[in-house]
């Protein structure tokens, strides 16, 4: 059974450019067909999906978020990075990486809270 797991700076300061990474087990992140995603939920708001990179490596980003966001993975850990650039505390939020496919249902780790304060 696949798992995700988040690890993350917890508390950054504004203009930083914070890095999360998801660690999988139980699943290869370059077995077809998945997509590894990242997902955030700001205080008091819903849910924002803000990029995957799919199993051959190709990377998929929210409009909104594109300029600021990376996203890359490190197959020998089988880790995949989450790059925020130019945080403001409007990033304020709990972090998910979660797994999804066509066919099946999304998993998702445990999330992690990211807070942007001077």
């Known amino acids: 059974q696949v798992q995700l797991q988040e690890s993350g700076p917890g508390l950054v300061k504004p203009s930083q450019t914070p890095s999360l990474t998801c660690t999988v087990s139980?699943?290869?992140?370059?077995?077809?067909?998945?997509?590894w995603g990242w997902i955030r939920q700001p205080p008091g708001k819903g849910l924002e999906w803000m990029g995957a990179?799919?199993?051959?490596?190709?990377?998929y980003y929210s409009p909104s978020l594109k300029s600021r966001t990376s996203i890359s993975r490190d197959t020998s850990k089988n880790q995949f990075t989450l790059q925020l650039s130019s945080v403001t505390p409007e990033d304020t939020a709990v972090y998910y990486c979660?797994?999804?496919?066509?066919?099946?249902?999304?998993?998702w780790g445990q999330g992690t809270l990211v807070a942007v304060s001077s």
């Open positions: 979660v797994r999804v496919e066509v066919a099946g249902p999304p998993v």
């Open positions: 139980g699943g290869a992140i370059t077995a077809s067909y998945y997509y």
């Open positions: 990179i799919g199993y051959a490596g190709g990377t």
